[in-house]
Structures are given as structure tokens and as C-alpha cells.
């Protein structure tokens, strides 16, 4: 035990420091790009003072005074990225952040002119007179606002592609979720149908019945669809429609002669594609409880038609009303009885319905007062 808190403490320890590295990591990345904007920036600045320079004029770069520029920019950037745009642009006021940008940039300006009046060995060549005029302010919050734009431009570029990284990121979540749920809704449908079925074949094995080889491989062929066809997310239509068939076939084998059971499929297009094993709770369930009618005789219809791209199923049985029965049925898993809308298969179809097919599709079920009636409606045609 204590072995195992160890090697579990460990690799607790070793997550946190990798954790740790990727946001020091992700830091020096950031930190590393503003020092290379900074620096881009500063060669531009060298760049601009050789273009201003004229025949006769000194054109050496004056480095105290591009020196104090860039710190004067510096921090017009900063509090435009840190304050201004946080407190006030973000939170759509944007008057009070034009305005106080402005007084922003003409203080900082007034603040550098001042200075070179004060120290005139700061003032670059390009300044004819040793103590420039205030006006001078002009052009110097002129340069601030533009360098303000391109960065809050990059800012914003920066935080949109972060923010579109973590809607993907988001998505690719929520996507692996959808298919893991619908994985496991897909896992509950199977063990659920071939438990009732492996049932039936034990019960004919019991009787020595000379139907249980038919059952056997019958149950082989739908073994090999829910295996090797069922675990893509869409089969053809025709794929689902023949094993729907064959488990009709397999259900007649144990139930009375009397039952009349109908199947019609009125579909022009079996190239359809579908989510697997959507119809067969459904027949299930009227089979498992529309067959035990000794009042009228049982029968259960089912009907698959298809119009423009809309499949529409109906399978109808009578009605149990048996109170006893209902009473064992409960309200989760029998369709023959008031309410009972939910259960293992009826609730897993309605997940996967609201999982694959969202606004796409009708679900419901009918009662008379003699029959049941669930009908589906799925829109599986093209842009579905």
C-alpha cells in the first residue's frame, strides 16, 4: 500500500514539474516575442533616421535620443495592452478609452519634449533648434497612436487565434465525449438483444428442439453484422434492413404460429445511410411484450417507408393489459403498458436519436387503449 502511494506521489510530482516547464515554457515564448518586436521596432527607428536625412544633414543614428523614445513607447504600449483595453475597450467604453488614450499620448509626448528642452544633448539631429517647440508634441503622439494600433492589432490577431485554438480544442473534447457515449449507448444495444436471443436458443436446446440449429445460425449471421457492420457510425440501409429481417426470422422461430407478424419496406433508395440498430429495440420490444394476447389475436406490424430523404418507421402491436404483467414490466422497459415510454432500449434509442440525430428526427409512441403504436421519424437524405 504504502509502495503504491509512492509511485502514485511520483508521478503526481513529475505531472506537476511537466506542468510547470510548459507554462515557463509558454512565458519565455511570450516574453521572447515582445523582445523581438521591441527590437524590430528599434531598427526601424534606425531605419527611419537614415530616410530623413538630406544632403549636408548629419545622418549618424542619435541613440539617446531613439533610446528615450522607445521607452516612451514602451510604455504607451503597455498600458494601452494592460489597462486601457482590459477596463475600458473590452468592456465597450470605448469614448472613455479614446479619450483617455489621447491624453495618454499627449502627456507622454509633452514629457519628452520637456526633456529634450531640458537636456538639449538628447535632441536628435533631424531637430534644427535645441529647444523645440511644444508643437513638436504633435507628431510625437502622431507616432504613439500608430505604434498603438499595430500592437493592439497583434493583441487582437493573438487573442483570436487563442481563442479559435480553444473552440477546436473545445470541440475535439466534445466530439471524443459524443463518440464515447455513443459507443457505450452502441455497447448497451448489443449485450441487451443477444442476451434475449442467446435465451431463446437455450430454451429450444432444453427442449432438444430440431429448430435449434436454425436459431444458431441464424444468430450467427446477426452476430457477424453487429460485430464487423456495426461499428462504423452509419451502415446502408440494406445492411440494416436484412438484419432486421433475419431477426424477424429468428423471433417467428419462438413464438406462436398465431401471432401474425408483417413486415413491408417501401424504401426506393437502400443506399441510405443510417445509424445501426436503431429499429430493433423497438421490434423488440413488441415482441417481448405485443405476442402474450390471449383476449384477440396478437399481431405486430412493421412498416419502413421512405419519402425525399425522410425515413419513417412504424412498428404497432396490441396492447398487454395484463396488470400483472405491468406491474413486472414496471414503467422502464415495456412498451404494453400506460407510460412505459423508457427502459434500457427505448431510453438508449432516444439518446442515440438526440446524439446523432439532433433536430432531425420525430419519436413517438401511440396508445389506443388496445394497441401500441412507436413511430420514427429520421431525416437521413442528403445535408442531414
Known sequence: MWETSKV????????YILAMINRMKLKDSRIAQHL??????????????????????????HLPFEL????????????????????FFAKRKFFLYGLIMIIVVLVNGGI???????????????ILKDRPSYMFVVPMAFMQLSLVAVTSALHF????????????????????QLKAELDSLKAQVNPHFLFNSLNNIYSHSLLESPQTPELILKLSGLLNYIIYECQDEQVRLEKEMEFISNYIALERVRIDESVQVDLKVDVSDMSLMIAPLLFVPLIENAFKHGVNISSAQPFI?????EDKGELHFTCTNLRDNYDEEEKHAGSVESVGSVGSVGGIGLE?????????????????????????????????????
Do not use: C
Open 8 to 15: 502514485g506521489a511520483e508521478v503526481g510530482a513529475k505531472t
Open 348 to 384: 438508449n434509442v432516444r439518446k442515440r436519436l438526440d446524439l446523432i440525430y439532433p433536430g432531425k428526427h420525430q419519436f413517438e409512441i401511440k396508445d389506443d387503449g388496445t394497441q401500441f403504436s412507436v413511430e420514427l421519424r429520421i431525416t437521413v437524405g442528403e445535408g442531414s
Open 68 to 87: 528615450l523614445q522607445v521607452t516612451v513607447m514602451i510604455s504607451v504600449v503597455y498600458v494601452n495592452l494592460q489597462v486601457l483595453i482590459p477596463r
Open 112 to 126: 519628452l519634449v520637456s526633456f529634450i528642452r531640458l537636456f538639449p544633448d538628447f535632441s536628435p539631429p533631424f
Open 157 to 176: 490577431m493573438r487573442d483570436n487565434l487563442r481563442l479559435q485554438q480553444e473552440a477546436l480544442s473545445v470541440k475535439d473534447l466534445e466530439s471524443r
Open 36 to 61: 523581438l518586436f521591441w527590437g524590430a521596432y528599434f531598427i526601424f527607428l534606425f531605419l527611419i533616421s537614415l530616410l530623413r536625412s538630406n544632403e549636408g544633414r548629419d545622418v549618424s543614428f
Open 301 to 305: 406490424d412493421i412498416q419502413i417507408k
